[in-house]
């Protein structure tokens, strides 16, 4: 979840109505196989949209907190979360470091949304998720894998980067990890991988689970 043109574009979508409705039937099924309320009692959404996982996470019994770079979708999820989440606990991020000390959390959720970097912004972003991170705590990630429609219509820009032109999200920088570079970016750290998509019509999705338990 990178600021500059990806940040830009986001905060455009949600500011023209962009929402989800349902916290993801693949987030809800990986939380509830990696995360319990008593022992991942505090959990952090890294790029919470307006919300939609949170309230699922909030009525498991977790307290939980996000941070977001869109200014407009964090005023529709403090307004959609009032009365069930502190709304000082959800956050505009605006790059680089963490508004948190170090290991806060019981557990790291970033689904679907690390993937919108170039490598850098990746690499600097997980340095991050993880500082905050407790010993012992679960970090639960979904990313791009190859062979998603928005790699296979956007421009290579090499490296394993895409600039997209899917409507609503043109200019995004994408990172696409190839199956084999996924251990590199999580040295040490126990790594589990798995994976999940769909297709209907012209519409193919295709991204990689990634979770471990920090030493």
Not at 20 to 40: K, S
Not at 163 to 180: A, F, H, N
Not at 196 to 208: L, P
């Amino acid at each position: 979840m990178t600021t500059g043109i990806n940040g830009a574009v986001w905060e455009s979508l949600y500011r023209h109505g962009h929402r989800l409705q349902y916290p993801g039937e693949m987030l809800v099924r990986m939380a509830h196989r990696y995360l319990d309320p008593e022992r991942h009692r505090r959990v952090l959404d890294y790029g919470f949209g307006t919300g939609e996982n949170l309230v699922h996470l909030a009525r498991r019994g977790f307290s939980v907190a996000g941070v977001e770079v869109s200014e407009s979708a964090l005023t529709v999820a403090r307004q959609r979360l009032a009365g069930l989440v502190d709304p000082d606990a959800l956050v505009l991020h605006e790059g680089g470091r963490l508004g948190f000390a170090s290991e806060t959390f019981d557990a790291v959720i970033a689904w679907q949304v690390l993937c919108y970097n170039d490598d850098e912004g990746l690499r600097r972003a997980l340095v991050e998720l993880h500082r905050v991170l407790r010993p012992g705590g679960r970090f639960l990630a979904a990313l791009c894998a190859p062979g998603d429609s928005r790699q296979s219509t956007g421009e290579p820009l090499g490296g394993g980067v895409w600039r997209l032109t899917v409507p609503g999200q043109d200019g995004c920088l994408l990172r696409v990890l190839e199956r084999e570079e996924i251990p590199r970016y999580f040295p040490d750290t126990g790594l589990e991988v798995g994976s999940f998509g769909h297709e209907m019509g012209e519409t193919v999705s295709r991204h990689w689970i990634v979770t471990y338990e920090k030493h």
